[in-house]
């Protein structure tokens, strides 16, 4: 399993925060203390597209993967350059990929990488591709209201890229997935696509009770009820996942779960009972990049070696939707 | 668990300090109760009496005693 990865060059820093919404009581250090995160990397000019490609072209010039190789693309993405036509066909021919692959986005957050490596194995296993480049490339920054410190100081933009052949198909475990629409609304852009299109009205910018800014062509983000959904369904999902592979928890090497924000990574982390050394939080730099959030965790912990080839690692994904997912991956 | 240490989790949740609330306090009066502050509640009522609350029982918090209502 190769993973690469892409973060666009602009950064925002708490100190950048901190000169933006200029109240006494949302210092840069005070944004450190409550979130665990130092700055996020912000797409400016980039579409999904550029993020995407950049991700893919590391994956193939770092382990000398060649182009013509690549037999279908997955890539999950909630903000695509078009909602038609689909962006993976436009990141297919960007790429040089032959035009006998296969490729569709789909849509999908925080879950989003467990459910491409889900899909990415049934492909697998049924035969219909052998080399499959699953991407995540986010830019929620592009649907994040500048005066809306809930959002605006969490997310950041970044993009992943990994290759999955046959040889991956068990290093890949068993999944359990979730899904309730129930909590759709806590994590939305209400003025997105066809329910709700985009107008004069759909811009106008209103205060909440936090004094945040949004209108409803911008992110909206139900903190308190998306953390009480977490506790009420990812401890449980762990849980199952483990039970579901043959496994106990002391059989996890590592456990990375969506780098949402350090609060609930140790509010989950003590809950489980999960020892520090074996629980990754690596939000700090890159803030929560949704679907690209776990990929990347993974690569930087193998590359800072902690952990290594052979090494079990269970991978969890849970929020917008509500949707969830998890399953243990074998480093390879 | 006593009155005054239920008082001092809620405090400490929601950074402030316990002098400067009781069981009528407001919690809209309160300049530290934003979002944050919601969650580290519900993280507190979840670890030490092992309730977790939904979107509803969120939204009709509205003093100090509607969170120790729950502390039980």
Known sequence: MFISYYTPKAILTNEDLEADFSSPSWTASKIFRKTGIKSRHIAKDELTSDMAVSAANNLLNEYNITPSNIDFILLCTQSPDYCLPT??????????????????????????????????KGLLMANVAKNILLITAETYSKHINHMDRSTRTIFGDASSATLLTEMDINKIGFFTLGTDGKGAKNLIV?????AIPQSGVTAVEEKDESGNIRSLNNLYMNGPEIFAFTLRVVPWLILETVKKNGLTMDDIDYFVFHQANKFILTTLRDKLNIPEEKFCIDVEELGNTVSSTIPIAIRRAYDNKVIAIGDKILVAGFGVGYSWGATILTIG | MKSEDKLTLIAKAIQIDTADINPQTELKSIEEW??????STIAMLDKEFN????????????TIQDILDYMQ
Not at chain 1, 102 to 109: S, T
């Open chain 2, 34 to 39: 934003d979002s944050l502050a919601k969650i």
């Open chain 2, 51 to 62: 309730k977790i609350l939904n979107a509803d029982q969120i939204k009709q918090l509205k």
């Open chain 1, 190 to 194: 209400p003025a997105s696509a066809m």
């Open chain 1, 87 to 120: 962006t993976a066909c436009i990141v297919q021919e960007r790429l040089g990929i032959a035009t006998s692959t296969g490729a569709f986005d789909y849509n999908l957050g925080c879950s989003g990488y467990i459910y491409g490596l889900a899909t990415a």
